[in-house]
């Protein structure tokens, strides 16, 4: 820490000189700011700090680089932590260890430059690396730009082209979460779209990290979204507690399926012990789960990948024999 502060010391002295004109028009022309000392100049204190523990400053500091960095604020950080149990970002960056942060900070830089108007909607690989491959943002373009991440939430660019000497910055509002880093329970706490599946699996002890969900795993899990459990709020709220753990047991395969996986028209045993029976589908469906009702559910999103495990999204809370 004592090197990078005394780095920005040296570089914001750069800086102001050259705001103030220098010591005379024989001087050197000032070096620019660089990602890492512009992030701390304009108050990003937990970026920094994480940037710091993860070993990232220099790279963020290399003027041979040109680099696009989504930045979340303080606020963002602050949110991540206490969706994540911490008592803010103090306390989470000093919880992690320095690999984890570097994963997820890396999530949050393009290898090239690119201001919000050279930014198209698509993807855009990042400098994490997942399974040998960079890690993928999804970039939305309607009504300012967005950033959509491994848990399917998208933060939005607030403050973009924050110029510096080796890239850019675009300020954002969430820390964009990469794959294969946090397990699937807290990828699932971290979309608000699940937020009734997450109070569900706290009720019924199976976020345990020894022998619950966020366990090594693997896990497959299909998971209902709010809307769904909204559709049959009667039937869940009569659930017996054990009978509550037989249904959302019901929506975990004790291995790791993904979507290329996912062995249609074959009975699949589930944690409950009893199986379900998954068919491709058409557009917009990927492939629908037949329960013991006569409506199937739809698989509307898959493969959100976990440290222990996948995430399919579902439109409808399976129901098996109680």
């Given at each position: 820490m004592y090197r990078w502060l005394k780095y920005l010391m040296a570089t914001s002295c750069v800086a102001f000189l050259a705001a103030c004109g220098g010591g005379g028009d024989d001087d050197p022309p000032a070096t620019p700011m660089t990602i890492a000392s512009v992030a701390t100049a304009s108050g990003f204190s937990a970026l920094v700090a994480?940037?710091?523990?993860?070993?990232?400053?220099?790279?963020?500091?290399?003027?041979?680089?040109?680099?696009?960095v989504f930045a979340p604020t303080?606020?963002?950080?602050?949110?991540?932590?206490?969706?994540?149990g911490f008592a803010d970002a103090t306390a989470m960056v000093a919880a992690l260890d320095g690999p984890t942060l570097a994963k997820i900070l890396s999530y949050h830089v393009l290898p090239v430059r690119k201001t919000a108007a050279q930014l198209t909607a698509g993807n855009e690989p990042t400098l994490y690396e997942f399974e040998g491959t960079p890690a993928t943002l999804a970039i939305g373009t309607t009504g300012?730009?967005?950033?959509?991440?491994?848990?399917?939430?998208?933060?939005?660019?607030?403050?973009?082209?924050?110029?510096?000497?080796?890239?850019?910055?675009?300020?954002?509002?969430?820390?964009?979460?990469?794959p294969g880093v946090l397990n699937v329970v807290q990828m699932a706490k971290l979309n608000p779209a699940f937020s009734t599946l997450v109070a569900a699996v706290t009720t019924a002890g199976l976020d345990s990290p020894v022998d619950g969900l966020q366990s090594a795993g693997p896990f497959t899990v299909f998971a209902p979204t709010n809307d769904?459990?909204?559709?049959?709020?009667?039937?869940v709220s009569s659930l017996t507690p054990t009978q509550l753990t037989t249904v959302l047991t019901y929506h975990v395969v004790g291995d790791e399926v993904l979507a290329s996986g996912i062995p249609f028209g074959v009975p699949v045993a589930t944690v409950s012990t009893q199986q379900i029976t998954i068919t491709a589908g058409p557009a917009p469906a990927i492939a629908s789960i037949a329960d013991t009702t006569a409506s199937p559910a739809r698989i509307n999103a898959v493969d959100i990948r976990g440290s222990n495990g996948v995430i399919h999204?579902?439109?409808?809370?399976?129901l098996p024999e109680l």
């Open positions: 994480a940037a710091d523990k993860a070993g990232l400053i220099d790279e963020l500091s290399d003027t041979s680089a040109n680099l696009t303080d606020e963002a950080f602050d949110a991540l932590a206490t969706t994540l300012g730009v967005t950033v959509t991440d491994e848990v399917l939430v998208a933060a939005n660019v607030t403050t973009p082209d924050v110029d510096a000497g080796n890239g850019v910055i675009h300020v954002i509002d969430k820390v964009l979460v990469p769904a459990f909204a559709a049959i709020a009667g039937t999204v579902i439109d409808k809370v399976l």
